[in-house]
């Protein structure tokens, strides 16, 4: 199934991001950085199967040179903290040739950036082995151009004016004023909007390509979809799975696996009964007859004796069959679903707000996410706090920054990975068994889920075979819509009474012969 990975960044000055050397790694060229007079080479990068610089019709010809479009972003921001670029990361899908892939991301770029004046520097990485993680990395300008091609200011003051029309000051004394953005891309709701975009095309190839599969950039809770995230294998662990070997995460998975199956199963079947009983009732008013004067289980019971009664009144059915439909009646009986009305409660009550666990479900989910991005920048943390020591020792400035450039990515990391865990542990040491053990105990609740989904999942089958020998043996509740004449609803309105009446007729016969044979028992037994 296509990964709906679709991570946006902002590079900053502040945070001592060069926007030459970001776009030297993720291209794999080797470029020389203006501002700080050093080469950023990774030309060695390997997996990188294209690249391409995507210019708006405003902008220089000369910016199609990656180091010149850099470099000149790099010197038009002066500010110790201004914005340099945009980053998306974009999984593409495995189910597409490379080729549709590399159409389907620029004609994305094309309509979303491009289009509006943005220049977009795109690379797509395929790493080995090819095709298990194909994805795009896309750099984006974010100080416009006016037509000519210069850069423009991102954003101008506008004076606050009072009801004359004059200019405030404020406590200070100084004019009160507003900053006006320029243009619209760093608008809240943009992530949104790009990210259905990318859904929208992404399905369109998919379709194209003859795939029934679709991708969705919303979270499962948005989506309305009860299911639990897997977690993240990583690749050390998915080559073992690979390899066939099980893993302690993998096992996890599987349970997982098995519980958005049943979830999903469940939800397919709700639905489907909620649909098949919208029609029933539309039929049901179409012969004008109310859902409660219809008596499922008799009416079952005498269409079902019609179905296998010959014309010799001999009746004639298999083993199985018989057993089936002895298993239906009894479910009806048992849980009291004597009328349409009680189908419908019945129905009710296994689907409100999708089942009763869906609270419980999104609490667990919502606990396993918090203490997995616990371990994963605990871990991180620990793993190149060697690195950010060695760092902190050195004191000769020089050989700091040769040591800083050379572990530009790690030290980044550790910093990002430490400002976390200081959010979120400020007052606890971070004891990775304690929160895998946690973690653990998570998932054994999550388990416990199936002892309850599974009951659910087999009464929503059930009432799915009730639904399947009503429209099998009473093919007068199947609506017919416009097609209905007056005459066809009259000769349906009179169908359907003459079978309610002959069920009623029949079921009481069968509740005096019951009551005859019991009363037979009970004389003997006193003999």
């Not at 405003?58 to 002066?78: I, Q, S």
């Not at 050989?399 to 980044?412: N, S, T």
């Not at 990775?432 to 609740?445: G, H, K, M, Q, V």
């Not at 099998?472 to 009446?501: A, W, Y």
Request: proline letters at 4%; aromatic letters at 8%.
């Amino acid at each position: 199934m296509p990964c709906p990975h679709y991570k946006i960044k902002i590079s900053t000055r502040r945070k001592n991001h060069s926007a030459v050397a970001q776009a030297a790694y993720q291209s794999g060229d080797r470029l020389f950085d203006e501002r700080s007079n050093r080469t950023k080479d990774y030309a060695e990068k390997r997996g990188i199967v294209h690249t391409e610089i995507m210019l708006p019709d405003n902008a220089p010809r000369e910016y199609t040179d990656r180091g010149t479009l850099w470099n000149a972003v790099e010197a038009a921001e002066n500010n110790w903290n201004s914005q340099l670029a945009r980053r998306l990361e974009i999984a593409l899908p495995i189910e597409l040739p490379l080729e549709q892939s590399i159409m389907m991301i620029k004609e994305h770029c094309m309509e979303q950036f491009v289009s509006k004046g943005m220049i977009a520097d795109l690379a797509i990485h395929d790493p080995d082995p090819p095709g298990h993680n194909p994805h795009a990395h896309v750099m984006l300008t974010i100080r416009p151009m006016d037509e000519q091609g210069r850069w423009m200011e991102k954003a101008h003051r506008e004076y606050i004016l009072d009801e004359n029309g004059n200019r405030i000051k404020d406590a200070k004394g100084k004019w009160k004023f507003r900053k006006v953005p320029t243009v619209d891309w760093n608008a809240r709701g943009n992530a949104e909007v790009w990210r259905h975009a990318w859904e929208v095309t992404q399905n369109k190839y998919l379709e194209a390509a003859g795939l029934d599969t679709r991708i969705s950039m919303m979270s499962y809770e948005r989506q309305g979809i009860d299911q639990i995230p897997k977690l993240h294998m990583g690749p050390a662990v998915t080559a073992m799975e690979r390899r066939g070997i099980r893993t302690h995460i993998g096992n996890i998975n599987r349970d997982i696996e098995k519980i958005n199956e049943l979830i999903a199963a469940l939800v397919r079947a709700i639905k489907e009964l909620i649909y098949w009983l919208r029609d029933i009732k539309t039929a049901i008013t179409e012969v004008e007859i109310q859902p409660k004067e219809i008596p499922i289980a008799d009416l079952l019971i005498l269409s079902f004796q019609d179905s296998i009664t010959d014309q010799n009144g001999r009746m004639y059915t298999t083993v199985g069959e018989a057993e089936r439909f002895e298993a239906v009646i009894d479910f009806v009986r048992d849980n009291s679903i004597l009328t349409f009305e009680d189908f419908e409660e019945r129905l009710d009550a296994i689907s409100k707000d999708g089942f009763p666990e869906r609270e419980e479900i999104r609490k667990i989910r919502s606990q396993i996410n918090s203490v997995e991005s616990l371990i994963e920048h605990g871990d991180l943390r620990e793993t190149l706090t060697p690195v950010h020591d060695e760092y902190m020792k050195i004191h000769w400035k020089g050989k700091k920054e040769r040591f800083a450039k050379a572990h530009e990515d790690e030290l980044e990391a550790w910093k990002a990975a430490d400002k976390y865990m200081r959010k979120n542990l400020p007052d606890q040491d971070y004891r990775r068994e304690e929160f895998i053990s946690e973690l653990n105990s998570l998932y054994a609740d999550l388990y416990k889920l199936e002892d309850i989904l599974e009951p659910r999942q087999e009464e929503a089958r059930m009432l799915k075979e009730v639904s399947s020998y009503i429209t099998e043996l009473l093919p007068e509740l199947v609506p017919e819509g416009e097609t209905l004449t007056p005459e066809r609803r009259q000769e349906k309105m009179v169908s359907i009474r003459d079978r309610l009446e002959k069920a009623r007729t029949d079921a009481k016969i069968r509740a005096e012969e019951y009551d005859r044979n019991r009363k037979l028992k009970e004389r003997d037994m006193e003999r």
